[in-house]
């Protein structure tokens, strides 16, 4: 399994939380110079692939201020195989800002991540968010009509005030939009945001966890299993592009600030375009950094070990090439602990609640 990531780097405004790689649009969208720029980035890319690319994901930034054009321009050039998983993130405040959603389905998008974040309106307002609820139920009534048949929802809770009730009540309302995915993560404040400028009052650690519980058992009693730290899916659901990033696979970045990992003949390397928009645009070579093999064991762990069921213990030489004899002895210990299953590289439900941890094990 193996992946495309491409980033399309611009918000109508960039929320006090976001660490990733967007800038808020001054100015009007240079399409074509970024499309073209992409293009260029994936044909060089390609001369390294020693794969098949199974799954597509455009990320963000807003990618649906991207008109649909931009998209089957792309997906033409990118020559995909029958089946292959094409993700759009999507904004509700901008989902059908710059064309319909049955023209993203026609242009090749196959499924919608929706950024709603929460129901809640005075949430959406602390979080910088540029929609309502009413426009997130709007966007998903559009994505059902379009007929997308995958839908993803992302959620945050532990946010500024949010008592257990009010987290519940976002999966409440995210549920009855019957999406296919739920994706529900805790809000962190991450270095070089506003919200670390500014930290806002979130809810205690004990509040948190109580909040993680409650909101694990309500989902998993409407049908949605959780098969990774923050993903739950209906049966046939799970995202087959996040599950190769957490089995540590590869896959290619394209796009301003993307990253990629890649499988050589001379080792595994980690890859980073241009972070800043201009500048990509004048260059789209990478910067290509080698993961040192002693740091792959844990690289490989606190991906692996993100997912629900794990990895089968020939997953860990086929991904880093290292042999199992490399951690068999800290995965023996583990085991004996009770954190570790015994089948499998993959945690206990002790082991999961424990889960950084673990991971720090194979430092």
Excluded at 334 to 346: H, Y
Aim: proline content about 6%; some cysteine; glycine content about 8%.
């Amino acid at each position: 399994m193996s992946g495309l990531y491409v980033h399309i780097p611009w918000c109508v405004r960039k929320c006090p939380y976001c660490d990733f790689n967007s800038h808020a649009l001054q100015r009007s969208l240079p399409e074509v110079d970024y499309v073209d720029a992409l293009l260029a980035d994936f044909s060089r890319e390609r001369e390294r692939m020693t794969f098949d690319v199974a799954s597509v994901y455009f990320g963000g930034g807003t990618p649906s201020l991207m008109p649909a054009r931009a998209f089957a321009r792309l997906l033409d050039a990118f020559e995909l195989s029958n089946g292959v998983e094409v993700t759009m993130e999507a904004n509700p405040g901008t989902v059908e800002t710059a064309g319909t959603l049955e023209d993203y389905a026609a242009a090749g998008i196959g499924r919608i991540s929706l950024g709603a974040q929460s129901f809640d309106d005075d949430n959406l307002n602390r979080l910088g968010r540029i929609h309502t609820a009413l426009e997130t139920t709007r966007a998903a009534a559009a994505i059902a009509r379009a007929g997308f048949q995958e839908f993803n929802i992302d959620l945050m809770f532990g946010l500024p005030g949010q008592t257990q009730a009010s987290a519940i009540a976002d999966l409440e309302s995210a549920v009855a939009l019957e999406p296919t995915h739920i994706s529900w993560y805790e809000l962190t404040i991450e270095p070089n945001t506003a919200f670390a400028r500014h930290p806002p009052i979130l809810p205690n650690p004990d509040d948190k966890a109580g909040i993680a519980e409650a909101g694990q058992a309500f989902l998993e009693s409407h049908g949605f299993s959780r098969y990774e730290v923050s993903a739950y899916a209906r049966p046939g659901s799970e995202t087959r592009h996040n599950v190769n990033y957490w089995k540590f696979g590869d896959y290619s970045g394209i796009g301003a600030g993307a990253h990629g990992k890649l499988s050589l003949p001379s080792g595994i390397i980690r890859t980073e375009k241009a972070r800043q928009p201009g500048r990509y645009l004048e260059d789209q070579s990478p910067h290509d950094a080698p993961i040192d093999p002693g740091d792959l064991p844990v690289e490989f762990m606190m991906n692996a070990l993100r997912l629900v069921d794990g990895a089968e213990e020939d997953e860990f030489p086929r991904r880093t090439g290292l042999p199992l004899e490399t951690v068999s002895d800290e995965l023996a210990r583990l085991r004996s602990e009770g954190l570790m299953r015994q089948d499998r590289i993959g945690l206990t439900d002790f082991g999961f609640a424990h889960l950084d941890t673990v991971v720090a094990r194979f430092l």
